[in-house]
């Protein structure tokens, strides 16, 4: 068996920085990029794609990519039965990244991404013989609406959920907890693009509220002023997921999160309007936005009062550092979002990065 990597949600911005990360390193890993796709040209195609949104000239490491069909929604993943064999004979470490980040998705819908999806991830990785590692990437919001410090060796409450995406995925890690594998659980808070090159391929999540604010579309922001925002850069993310990839002695759960250096809703507000040149919003109550107004499904986060103990995280890598404060990368991912036009114009990373590096 070789030490091959088998990667779901490759196509996804966490999925391909962890990617680009593993490609970077000398002698790095083969990597089954499963993908959604009718054959193995379309496969191919999309794999392409990935390349295209990281470089702009690809490095000969590329090669190391293996596309394969699959759906996490299919029995067995879809997997051909020719795919499967080869999967199952040349993995050494799965990295299932693969979720539906939907916040209003139905219940039934989301457990079938979120849930059975990890099971039939898990299935594959039983037959993997001599199988190192299975690090699943969760969310650090399946404590739902606890408050105060949530621990990475503490369990979530399994209750209080803000929506289906926090249920399912916290009823994910369940399966994985059940599952007979040597595993690692890792939660992202809220990713954000690199730091410093403010690189992403996705707007969302918190780049909604920060693209209305540059347009100007927010006069009043229901949310509590003292409200915890923890945001995380991407690349972070990755070098803890590659870290748990390959500790020998990992274990349990690990939270790649801001953690003591998250800020406040008022800290991220007056960062926003400062590097945007707009005077900052309202704030309202938490709770008085319509269902339909397109901020809705957010508003939760602008009310949450948990912080997220890292560090175990941080004694992942070699510096235990962590992240540097979102205050300090937060100009750039502003940017990176007005320069591309919120991502109509996109960069790829490499070029974000050159744009961003010392002269």
């Given at each position: 068996m070789s030490d091959a990597v088998f990667l779901t949600g490759g196509t996804g911005l966490l999925g391909m920085e962890l990617i680009a990360q593993l490609l970077e390193r000398d002698e790095g890993p083969d990597i089954f990029v499963a993908v959604r796709a009718g054959d193995a040209d379309e496969a191919q195609e999309r794999v392409t794609t990935l390349l295209a949104q990281l470089y702009d000239d690809p490095p000969a490491s590329a090669s190391r990519l293996r596309p394969v069909r699959a759906e996490l929604t299919a029995p067995e993943l879809g997997l051909d039965a020719a795919d499967r064999r080869e999967v199952i004979a040349a993995t050494g470490r799965v990295v299932h990244c693969a979720a539906s980040v939907e916040f209003t998705l139905p219940l039934p819908e989301a457990r079938e991404i979120n849930v059975e999806g990890v099971r039939r991830v898990l299935e594959l990785a039983h037959e993997m013989d001599g199988l190192e590692r299975f690090v699943h990437v969760s969310t650090a919001y399946v404590c739902g609406r606890l408050t105060g410090v949530f621990e990475e060796?503490?369990?979530?409450?399994?209750?209080?959920?803000?929506?289906?995406?926090?249920?399912?995925?916290?009823?994910?890690?369940?399966?994985?907890?059940?599952?007979?594998?040597?595993?690692?659980?890792?939660?992202?808070?809220?990713?954000?693009?690199?730091?410093?090159?403010?690189?992403?391929?996705?707007?969302?999540?918190?780049?909604?509220?920060?693209?209305?604010?540059?347009?100007?579309?927010?006069?009043?922001?229901?949310?509590?002023?003292?409200?915890?925002?923890?945001?995380?850069?991407?690349?972070?993310?990755?070098?803890?997921?590659?870290?748990?990839?390959?500790?020998p002695e990992a274990t349990g759960a690990f939270h790649a999160v801001a953690g003591e250096r998250a800020m406040t809703v008022t800290e991220l507000i007056e960062h926003a309007c400062s590097a945007l040149g707009r005077e900052p919003p309202e704030l309202s109550p938490p709770g008085t936005l319509a269902d339909n107004h397109p901020a809705a499904v957010f508003e939760p986060y602008f009310d949450v009062h948990s912080r997220f103990g890292d560090r175990r995280a941080r004694g992942l890598l070699p510096d235990g550092a962590g992240p540097r404060s979102p205050e300090d990368y937060m100009p750039a991912l502003i940017d990176y979002g007005v320069q591309t036009r919120w991502g109509k114009q996109p960069l790829s990373r490499q070029a974000a990065r050159a744009r961003t590096a010392p002269q």
């Open positions: 060796d503490q369990d979530p409450p399994g209750e209080g959920f803000r929506n289906t995406y926090e249920q399912t995925k916290w009823e994910g890690e369940q399966a994985i907890a059940e599952a007979d594998l040597p595993h690692v659980i890792v939660r992202p808070s809220v990713v954000a693009g690199e730091d410093p090159s403010g690189w992403t391929s996705t707007f969302n999540v918190i780049y909604a509220p920060l693209q209305a604010f540059a347009r100007g579309l927010f006069t009043e922001v229901p949310a509590d002023p003292e409200g915890i925002i923890d945001i995380v850069p991407v690349d972070y993310v990755a070098e803890v997921i590659e870290a748990a990839l390959y500790e």
